[in-house]
């Protein structure tokens, strides 16, 4: 079976998580995209310690569409350096991972 993994990323919570994951789930490189309510982050930036309000974003995909994934992220994404963190899944339900799979699976036009 393929390498499922989730990649992580965050985005800005005033601008549109919800048009970002449809488009990921449209062009296949994502089966599923949980956009979770938004919370405050704290980071260091630009050697400043910055605050922000932002939303997590959980990305479900196989390893074999990573590559086209982060290119498109980097191109789609408002942040300079946008968070991208990807997590190997080491189980999970035989069906669930199949679907997300077939989710994936480029199609020919």
Not at 53 to 82: A, C, G, M
Not at 83 to 91: N, P
Request: proline content about 6%; hydrophobic content about 40%.
């Amino acid at each position: 079976m393929p390498q499922t993994v989730i990649v992580l990323t965050t985005f800005p919570a005033d601008r549109d998580a919800e048009a970002f994951a449809h488009t990921l789930v449209s062009e296949r490189l994502a089966a599923c995209v949980n956009v979770l309510p938004a919370m405050h982050s704290t980071y260091r930036w630009q050697g400043a310690v910055e605050t922000a309000t932002e939303r997590q974003l959980v990305i479900k995909t196989e390893e074999s569409r990573l590559d086209q994934l982060k290119k498109r992220l980097n191109e789609l994404h408002p942040y300079d350096v946008p968070e991208l963190l990807v997590l190997t899944v080491v189980d999970g339900g035989d069906r669930y991972l199949r679907w997300v799979a077939e989710s994936v699976e480029p199609r020919l036009p």
